[in-house]
């Protein structure tokens, strides 16, 4: 299990503010979180090798289509803008 000074140092170093009890909840969460990459490091991947492994490349992002058409033209946005130039909408400068 971790220290009290420990669990206090990793939470300065992740810029976090513990109370007492929840430095002792803590110390409890990381050393079950410490256990359980223990118990990963005990299993044997010796007969395991990196370009056995099967990755299975797909694309996951569906095809870009158009849900449906345009309700209204150019003409008729550009119609609701407080202002336009040709057929740009005219807004303040905000540069100069």
């Known amino acids: 299990m971790l220290s009290k000074e420990e669990v206090i140092n990793i939470a300065k170093l992740a810029r976090l503010e513990l109370t007492n009890s929840e430095v002792e909840k803590m110390q409890k969460d990381l ?16 007969s395991v090798k990196a370009e056995e492994a099967e990755f299975i490349l797909e694309n996951v992002l569906r095809e870009d289509m158009p849900v449906s058409q345009p309700k209204e ?14 057929n740009h909408i005219k807004v303040k400068e905000i540069l100069t």
């Not at 050393?31 to 010796?46: C, F």
């Not at 033209?73 to 040709?86: C, D, F, H, V």
């Open 31 to 46: 050393a079950g979180i410490l256990d359980y990459i223990d118990q990963l490091n005990k299993v044997d991947t010796s």
């Open 73 to 86: 033209t150019i003409e008729e946005m550009l119609s609701q803008a407080p202002a336009r130039e040709g």
